[in-house]
């Protein structure tokens, strides 16, 4: 998305170091680990004797990454290039309230009983890598 829109204005971009905002270094490094987190977490599965997921947890993790992280990343990506971001604020609350509980059902119902210690470890890199990558978004945003 940076490569595509480097030239609009509200990007803030610079032609010198550092060329980003730090709110896109941080976006960057946490997603970083977040994506770690989420591949670890899907290798894991891979293996026969941790492949144990049953429909309702997927269809819960299908739910907060269809209805939650998808719609996020389109709100909070309009909301950057537009001139008055402001009008996307309740909308975006509105999605992150959905997002969170979503992820809670699912860590809380799901994953509390029978993650182990390495499981759980992938899991909150793949939540708090995402939430403070959103953090440092909104930040960048809004602030």
């Known amino acids: 998305m940076l490569l595509l829109f ?7 971009l610079n032609s010198e170091f550092p060329y980003l905002p730090w709110q896109f270094l941080v976006v960057g490094l946490a997603g970083t680990v977040a994506t770690l987190g989420g591949i670890l977490d899907w290798r894991y599965h891979r293996n026969p004797l941790n492949l144990k997921i049953p429909k309702k947890e997927r269809d ?5 990454l269809g209805l939650g992280g998808v719609p ?7 909301a950057t290039l537009h001139h008055k971001p402001t009008i996307l604020l309740i909308p975006i609350v509105i999605v992150l309230i959905y997002t969170v509980v979503a992820i809670s059902y699912d860590e809380f119902v799901f994953h509390i009983k029978r ?5 759980n470890a992938y899991h909150r890199m793949l939540v708090f890598g995402n939430g403070a990558a ?3 978004w909104f930040h960048y945003i809004y602030c």
């Open 115 to 119: 993650c182990g210690p390495v499981e």
């Open 60 to 64: 819960a993790e299908a739910a907060a």
């Open 134 to 136: 959103w953090l440092a």
């Open 6 to 12: 480097r030239h609009n204005a509200h990007l803030q």
């Open 72 to 78: 996020m990343f389109l709100l909070m990506s309009i």
